[in-house]
């Protein structure tokens, strides 16, 4: 806000219509967020494991497409398009301040964007879809046990557990998006490939980087394929990919005794999921 006003107070300092601009603070408009954790590879499949089986695929796409928790939340299937690899966003998930849970535009332009899915994702995907989506060509993909449309508060509770169930560190969900950024950046990406991939948008950025292709796009995607294909089993009893050890995609979980204070704990501490 701060940086807002002291840009529409330079109009009439350019115009002579003011002597000085009072926005003068010093580092008031500086842009200080604190580095957002990122999770090993490992650390990212042992929290998707202890997700309930209808959740795991939502975390997954949260780290390897960079889709925001409302983005996942109002992802509908005609929007997953498992043949050629891609999904589409077009809607995000808003909740009023009385409960009401709604669907708005993406924060931009840039939000509207298609992001390739790693191929081994894919049959989980077609798993998930056939499994726990709801039907219909504009079911949504992920929902609650109920059938009910996903709500952050809920949802927040259950992450909690998973973190605490596989002893990984406290993290928002949100940073498994800044986690698969990462990962991106690790491979490659250059800063407006991971723009698009992550739907920011920015004037500047757009003169001074070219269009991203969706082959370009797809390679990205590729790589972290890969990335995610060395960190799992390569035996064929596990062609779902789950971690060698830990349960397959729609095997039930079970408490393996995390205290309940250590969960209360984390969700105290790392309750909120809000972020870019």
């Known amino acids: 806000m701060y940086r807002v006003l002291r840009a529409m107070l330079n109009t009439p300092l350019d115009d002579g219509m003011i002597k000085r601009n009072p926005c003068r603070i010093p580092g008031a408009g500086d842009d200080k967020s604190a580095e957002r954790p990122v999770l090993s590879i490992d650390e990212v499949l042992r929290v998707v494991d202890a997700m309930p089986p209808r959740l795991r695929m939502m975390a997954l796409l949260a780290t390897f497409t960079s889709l925001r928790f409302g983005e996942l939340a109002a992802l509908a299937r005609r929007n997953v398009d498992v043949s050629t690899g891609f999904v589409t966003v077009v809607e995000n ?3 009023l301040s009385n409960g009401e849970l709604f669907l708005k535009d993406p924060k931009s332009a840039a939000g509207r ?3 390739p899915v790693p191929d081994d994702l894919i049959d989980e995907l077609k798993q998930h879809l056939a499994e726990y989506a709801e039907p219909g060509d ?5 929902i609650g046990p109920k059938g009910g449309k996903l709500r952050r508060q809920n949802f927040r509770k ?3 557990k998973a973190l605490a169930d596989s002893k990984v560190q406290p993290v928002h969900f949100h940073d498994l998006r800044h986690t698969g950024n990462q990962f991106a950046a690790d491979d490659g990406a250059s800063l407006r490939e991971l723009m698009e991939r992550m739907g920011h948008a920015s004037p500047r950025a757009a003169m001074i980087y070219p269009h991203v292709s969706k082959g370009r796009s797809r390679h990205i995607a590729d790589r972290l394929n890969a990335r995610l294909r060395e960190a799992r089993p390569k035996t064929g009893d ?3 990919g789950h971690v060698e050890g830990t349960r397959p995609l ?3 979980r079970e408490d393996d005794g ?3 204070e250590s969960r209360s704990d984390l969700h105290e501490r790392f309750g909120g999921d809000e972020g870019t």
Do not use: K, T
Not at 138 to 142: Q, T
């Open 93 to 95: 998930q808003g909740q």
């Open 113 to 115: 964007r298609a992001v």
């Open 138 to 142: 504009g079911g949504r993909v992920f």
């Open 158 to 160: 259950i992450w909690i």
């Open 238 to 240: 596990d062609a779902l």
């Open 250 to 252: 729609n095997e039930a």
């Open 258 to 260: 995390v205290s309940r």
